[in-house]
């Protein structure tokens, strides 16, 4: 059996993945370079030196070792993540595995459009230097504070800008393909304003009139209906992509229900037409 025994499967619909900003960017390969000196050289003429591995294919675009490190690197940097820790190698691929999906499909869809200014990446690096709270704490805003905080965690400024660009791409995607069409109706806003909105307010608070709120409550919902509709479009990808999980663990972690399990002891070795039973 190979070292990496593939494992094939339609991705399962898992938790929501936009929630929607977990949807970040599709992380570059991240190529490892060795460094030899002459003894290793020859050391590595007897056993080869293992750069990267290929640890999943989704419809023939490889995902490396590589490309979870820096998946898990560039955590740092989500705001809805702040305070739960760095991510797994399974929450890594998952994330991975559904932003390939729909960078394939907006490539496929071919809509310029969509690409970010300069501006507005500067614009979303700004927020992030001045607002994340870790950056805050670290002092983000001033070069010296932000070159301290990429080498501590392992980045450069270029890749933390392709990940803003890419991040900035999937949510104006999002925008143009679900948002258009969707309306809202007066009745619905009241009634999210009755049923939703005045029971978080304690007694004794000052309650916003509806004709106030009114269009961040529009904005809510409209929200809403994207989120739903690209969880649906998504788990369509999910369903009709071609996902090879190639690392055994992560595979079993992601598909248990596809990790051979061992036969009941009193179960027959064969089927009825004398083959051995159990799928294939």
Same mark, same amino acid.
């Given at each position: 059996?190979?070292?990496?025994?593939?494992?094939?499967?339609?991705?399962?619909?898992?938790?929501?993945?936009?929630?929607?900003?977990?949807?970040?960017?599709?992380?570059?390969?991240?190529?490892?370079?060795?460094?030899?000196?002459?003894?290793?050289?020859?050391?590595?003429?007897?056993?080869?030196?293992?750069?990267?591995?290929?640890?999943?294919?989704?419809?023939?675009?490889?995902?490396?070792?590589?490309?979870?490190?820096?998946?898990?690197?560039?955590?740092?940097?989500?705001?809805? /993540?702040?305070? %739960? &820790?760095?991510?797994?190698?399974? +929450?890594?691929? #998952?994330?991975?595995?559904?932003? @390939? $999906?729909?960078? *394939?499909?907006?490539?496929?869809?071919?809509?310029?459009?969509?690409?970010?200014?300069?501006?507005?990446?500067?614009?979303?690096?700004?927020?992030?230097?001045?607002?994340?709270?870790?950056?805050?704490?670290?002092?983000?805003?001033?070069?010296?504070?932000?070159?301290?905080?990429?080498?501590?965690?392992?980045?450069?400024?270029?890749?933390?800008?392709?990940?803003?660009?890419?991040?900035?791409?999937?949510?104006?995607?999002?925008?143009? /393909?679900?948002? %258009? &069409?969707?309306?809202?109706?007066? +009745?619905?806003? #009241?009634?999210?304003?009755?049923? @939703? $909105?005045?029971? *978080?307010?304690?007694?004794?608070?000052?309650?916003?009139?509806?004709?106030?709120?009114?269009?961040?409550?529009?904005?809510?919902?409209?929200?809403?209906?994207?989120?739903?509709?690209?969880?649906?479009?998504?788990?369509?990808?999910?369903?009709?992509?071609?996902?090879?999980?190639?690392?055994?663990?992560?595979?079993?972690?992601?598909?248990?229900?596809?990790?051979?399990?061992?036969?009941?002891?009193?179960?027959?070795?064969?089927?009825?037409?004398?083959?051995? &039973?159990?799928?294939?």
């Amino acid at each position: 059996m190979s070292l990496f025994a593939a494992i094939r499967f339609k991705f399962p619909r898992g938790a929501h993945v936009w929630t929607l900003a977990v949807l970040l960017a599709t992380a570059a390969p991240y190529c490892a370079r060795a460094q030899a000196n002459p003894s290793q050289e020859q050391a590595s003429s007897a056993s080869p030196v293992v750069l990267d591995r290929a640890v999943a294919v989704v419809n023939k675009h490889v995902i490396l070792a590589s490309d979870l490190d820096d998946e898990m690197r560039l955590s740092v940097l989500d705001p809805n /993540r702040q305070g %739960q &820790g760095a991510l797994t190698r399974q +929450q890594a691929l #998952e994330q991975l595995i559904s932003r @390939t $999906l729909i960078e *394939q499909q907006i490539r496929e869809e071919d809509m310029p459009s969509i690409e970010p200014t300069q501006e507005e990446v500067d614009a979303r690096l700004n927020e992030i230097r001045t607002e994340l709270p870790v950056c805050v704490r670290q002092n983000c805003a001033s070069d010296t504070g932000w070159k301290a905080y990429l080498a501590a965690h392992g980045l450069t400024a270029g890749r933390v800008e392709a990940y803003l660009r890419y991040r900035l791409e999937i949510l104006r995607f999002i925008e143009q /393909r679900f948002r %258009q &069409g969707i309306q809202i109706s007066p +009745q619905q806003i #009241e009634t999210y304003y009755h049923d @939703t $909105l005045l029971p *978080q307010y304690a007694p004794g608070e000052t309650i916003p009139p509806l004709n106030q709120v009114a269009p961040r409550v529009e904005e809510i919902l409209l929200q809403q209906q994207v989120n739903a509709l690209f969880d649906n479009w998504l788990t369509h990808l999910r369903q009709q992509g071609d996902v090879e999980v190639l690392d055994p663990e992560l595979a079993r972690k992601l598909a248990p229900e596809l990790t051979p399990q061992p036969a009941p002891a009193s179960a027959s070795p064969a089927g009825p037409s004398g083959e051995e &039973g159990g799928s294939r």
